[in-house]
T-cell receptor, first 109, second 114 residues
Framework: AQRVTQPEKLLSVFKGAPVELKCNYS??????LFWYVQYSRQRLQLLLR??SRESIKGFTADLNKGETSFHLKKPFAQEEDSAMYYC???????????FGPGTRLSVLP | NAGVTQTPKFQVLKTGQSMTLQCAQD?????MSWYRQDPGMGLRLIHY???????DQGEVPNGYNVSRSTTEDFPLRLLSAAPSQTSVYFC?????????????FGQGTRLTVV
């Protein structure tokens, strides 16, 4: 079965502090992992994907197959990072995206 | 660059009414899907389509119907609205096939059933 868990519903940090949003997945094959972000009153948009190993807006995420994790990290949080973050995986069956429940990040001034 | 367009943006229905949420994409994507977004539950897949004429059920299909007569359009029908269907609905499309791809989302439809 495909499943994505995000243990934190809400994460509050102060501006300039490091932030880590946790994501764990279960999937029997070789998944593609993504982080999507939804800013207030905007549509979901792709933040980054594991396959490209890129850094977007200072965020990085490393796929750890041993721990089945894909945690999102940023060394210095900014107020404009406040948003809802969804971890997602795309498996082979139906090639659909399975989303986690989301973590709301609040960056305080 | 329209991308994925959903209509309407907001809708209020009475219990038992039916309606269709429209979704259109102009990227010639094979895959289209409908999700509902509820607090604390993230996005849950309702129905999806892997191409024109092909649809299948997702995680929460009850109470919803879909069809895919063209590549561009993927409407979602509520047959008899219930308060439990109050949610924000997102349509998404993506390129088919394996390999690196991403889902593109519409702006959402906020539905309230009273």
């Amino acid at each position: 079965a495909q499943r994505v868990t995000q243990p934190e519903k809400l994460l509050s940090v102060f501006k300039g502090a490091p932030v880590e949003l946790k994501c764990n997945y279960s999937y029997s094959g070789s998944p593609e992992l993504f982080w999507y972000v939804q800013y207030s009153r905007q549509r979901l948009q792709l933040l980054l994907r594991h396959i490209s190993r890129e850094s977007i807006k200072g965020f990085t995420a490393d796929l750890n197959k041993g721990e089945t994790s894909f945690h999102l990290k940023k060394p210095f949080a900014q107020e404009e990072d406040s948003a809802m973050y969804y971890c997602a995986l795309r498996g082979n069956y139906g090639q659909n995206f399975v989303f986690g429940p989301g973590t709301r990040l609040s960056v305080l001034p | 660059n329209a991308g994925v367009t959903q209509t309407p943006k907001f809708q209020v229905l009475k219990t038992g009414q039916s309606m269709t949420l429209q979704c259109a994409q102009d990227m010639n994507h094979e895959y289209m899907s409908w999700y509902r977004q509820d607090p604390g539950m993230g996005l849950r897949l309702i129905h999806y389509s892997v191409g024109a004429g092909i649809t299948d059920q997702g995680e929460v299909p009850n109470g919803y119907n879909v069809s895919r007569s063209t590549t561009e359009d993927f409407p979602l029908r509520l047959l008899s609205a219930a308060p439990s269907q109050t949610s924000v609905y997102f349509c998404a499309s993506s390129r088919g096939g394996l390999g690196d791809t991403e889902a593109f989302f519409g702006q959402g439809t906020r539905l309230t059933v009273v």
